[in-house]
Antibody, heavy 122, light 106 residues
């Protein structure tokens, strides 16, 4: 069955970087875009961007341009999201999610990772 | 960015009630509207996609509809397991955006 398993919780200082991983299984990793969505405690959902695991192409929300980098390792069926210059308001849960559409992007997410809490604290 | 406005922000209902949640987009998004259910500490779950299509495995008491830029999620007979927060999401243009959520309390 399809699974997305994310790396564990992180605590970082302001200005540092964090890299979250998302290991996929149960499907052809290169066939579906991976998206990253974050959610502050008790708040709504915010899309950060996507990566095409087949080509490595990315598309980032303008809000995160210059601070976020999404990469993938096809040999390990794993996607990564790195966020730099962390601020206190980056303290949120970060989710990876698999796009529903094959070899394309339609922004419908059936499968999600379990979420990774990143806490930014001095 | 397209703004998605959900109403109400929260509601209380009884088991068996018919519940309606509305989402309005700031511009036309055709049928590019999804609904998710999220329970505390869990990832969201896709309920409805393309405004009216029921995701596989989702109970038929959930349904979606559209009228122009207004979208509705209806739960025909509320069950105890439906206590959750519901989000709409437009998938029409980047950045795709979510509504602020509707908390349903039983």
């Amino acid at each position: 069955q399809v699974q997305l398993v994310q790396s564990g919780a992180e605590v970082k200082k302001p200005g540092a970087s964090v890299k979250v991983s998302c290991k996929a299984s149960g499907y052809t990793f290169t066939g579906y875009y991976i998206h990253w969505v974050r959610q502050a405690p008790g708040q709504g959902l915010e899309w950060m961007g996507w990566i095409n695991p087949n080509s490595g192409d990315t598309n980032y929300a303008q809000k995160f341009q210059g601070r976020v980098t999404m990469t993938r390792d096809t040999s390990m069926s794993t996607a990564y999201m790195e966020l730099s210059r962390l601020r206190f308001d980056d303290t949120t849960v970060y989710y990876c999610a698999k796009d529903m559409c094959t070899y394309g992007v339609c922004y419908n997410y059936v499968y999600w990772g379990q979420g990774t809490l990143v806490t930014v604290s001095s | 960015d397209i703004q998605m406005t959900q109403s109400p922000s929260s509601l209380s209902a009884f088991v068996g009630d018919r519940v309606t949640i509305t989402c309005r987009s700031s511009q036309s998004i055709s049928n590019y509207l999804n609904w998710y259910q999220q329970k505390p500490g869990k990832a969201p779950k896709l309920l409805i996609y393309a405004a009216i299509s029921l995701q596989s495995g989702v109970p038929s008491r959930f349904s979606g509809s559209r009228s122009g830029t207004d979208f509705t999620l209806t739960i025909s007979s509320l069950q105890p397991e439906d206590f959750a927060t519901y989000y709409c999401q437009q998938s029409y243009s980047t950045p795709q955006t979510f509504g602020q959520g509707t908390r349903v309390e039983i």
